[in-house]
């Protein structure tokens, strides 16, 4: 069993920058895949990115790769997402999810309770 809390969450005005971390309970954390998605107002959860077991690999969708990062300290149990360039699409609830890895919601076991991120334009 896993537990993961997300925190970093606020508003921001356009192209400023946010850092969200999700903190993990228990001694599997490395097992796992860690992923970030988020869900807007009135639509569907979205991948946003997620990082391989080690850290060594990561993943993003096309709407953030070049302002988004994802990593990963094992030691701490966390997974961080750097936000730079935010824009108002950005707007949504973020979550982040334990599992074996990928773009779909289906791979992950685990998931936190989302924290928000808004920003004004």
């Known amino acids: 069993q896993v537990q993961l809390v997300e925190s970093g969450g606020g508003l921001v005005q356009a192209g400023g920058s946010l850092r969200l971390s999700c903190a993990a309970s228990?001694?599997?954390?490395?097992?796992?895949?860690m992923g970030w998605f988020r869900q807007a107002p009135g639509k569907g959860r979205e991948f946003v990115a997620w990082i391989t077991r080690s850290g060594g690999i990561s993943y993003y969708a096309d709407s953030v790769k070049g302002r988004f990062t994802i990593s990963r300290d094992n030691a701490k149990n966390t997974v961080y997402l750097q936000m730079n360039n935010l824009k108002p699409e950005d707007t949504a609830v973020y979550y982040c999810?334990?599992?074996?890895?990928?773009?779909?919601?289906?791979?992950?076991?685990?998931w936190g309770q989302g924290t928000q991120v808004t920003v004004s334009s």
């Open positions: 999810a334990a599992g074996t890895g990928g773009s779909l919601a289906s791979s992950y076991l685990y």
């Open positions: 228990g001694r599997t954390f490395s097992s796992y895949a």
